[in-house]
């Protein structure tokens, strides 16, 4: 299954080619020419469109049969917070880069989902900017009670949950490795990852931020999505072997898990803890033989169709 069409906007892409330009103009025009798609859906999906922009690090906007779902919001403007204690670059502050878009269209969704609380996917600016009333999507109950602790007055646990048609399902992982629970465990905390599912949609799995783990394999084998959304960074906390997060390494045993899935790449290049650049990853991509078109490594706002 291939990505129907691709198109980016934001500063990131003012450096293009003329002819780059050129050639998104025409796939524009002729996106909105057509009436019938240019990769015929798979098996089971009933040709409706499903839309993912990366607003910035693991902020994900992912519109579902109708409904934009943001997915952990880190809003603030660049360098607003010091750097997070006791991890690499402790001494850089984050966000390292601005958002690519203003800050209203950045917070535009119907709904929030919220993996964890950690404040590079929950910040005080999401917590201060987002309408009070919007429908928000945590993982349990002690994360509901911090929120609603925030003001905000919908506050729902997803674990098999319809919202608007969509079922928004739970999956596991883990903040890092053993030893990283061992010693961290009370800080790193429980997190999650959500699947998006519904008839005649490709399914989404955000994995959320978490190792690779038994968690992520059987959610990968019971719901088969079309579509991975993998934070790659490569988080590192200093003392440690290891990533609180995926890597590169887990890219390829996503593929490997999910060979016809897209998975896309995010949570890179936007806090100080992350080790991993996007042109080190496309190298690596490239390095394993893996198709670009199946692992793709979004610059911050970006925008997908599958």
Not at 66 to 89: K, Q, R, S, W
Not at 179 to 191: D, F, N, P
Request: charged share 25%; with cysteine; aromatic share 6%.
């Amino acid at each position: 299954m291939e990505p129907r069409i691709r198109w980016h906007w934001g500063a990131g892409h003012a450096s293009r080619s003329i002819a780059g330009r050129a050639l998104l103009v025409a796939l524009t025009t002729l996106l909105a020419a057509c009436t019938a798609p240019a990769t015929a859906p798979g098996p089971g999906h009933a040709g409706n469109e499903v839309g993912m922009q990366l607003v910035r690090n693991a902020t994900v906007r992912i519109e579902y049969a109708g409904t934009a779902f943001l997915v952990d919001p880190m809003l603030a403007e660049e360098e607003a917070y010091p750097g997070i204690a006791g991890t690499h670059n402790a001494h850089l502050r984050y966000p390292r880069v601005g958002l690519p878009m203003p800050l209203h269209q950045a917070m535009e969704a119907d709904a929030v989902v919220l993996t964890h609380l950690h404040p590079d996917h929950w910040d005080s600016a999401a917590r201060e900017r987002l309408p009070k009333s919007i429908p928000i999507f945590v993982q349990d109950e002690a994360d509901a009670r911090s929120v609603r602790a925030d003001g905000f007055t919908d506050v729902r646990v997803f674990d098999d949950t319809v919202f608007e048609g969509t079922r928004l399902l739970r999956t596991g992982g883990q903040h890092g490795t053993d030893a990283h629970m061992h010693s961290l465990g009370e800080a790193l905390g429980t997190v999650s990852g959500v699947v998006f599912q519904r008839d005649g949609y490709r399914t989404v799995y955000v994995a959320g931020d978490t190792a690779w783990h038994a968690d992520v394999e059987a959610a990968i084998a019971q719901h088969r999505p079309d579509v991975i959304v993998l934070n790659t960074g490569d988080a590192r906390i200093e003392g440690f072997e290891g990533s609180i997060i995926m890597g590169r390494d887990d890219l390829v045993r996503a593929r490997r898990a999910a060979p016809d899935a897209v998975i896309v790449a995010v949570h890179l290049e936007a806090v100080n803890h992350a080790t991993q650049s996007r042109a080190d990853l496309r190298r690596y991509i490239r390095a394993q033989g893996l198709d670009t078109e199946l692992a793709l490594v979004p610059e911050d706002g970006d925008a997908y169709r599958f």
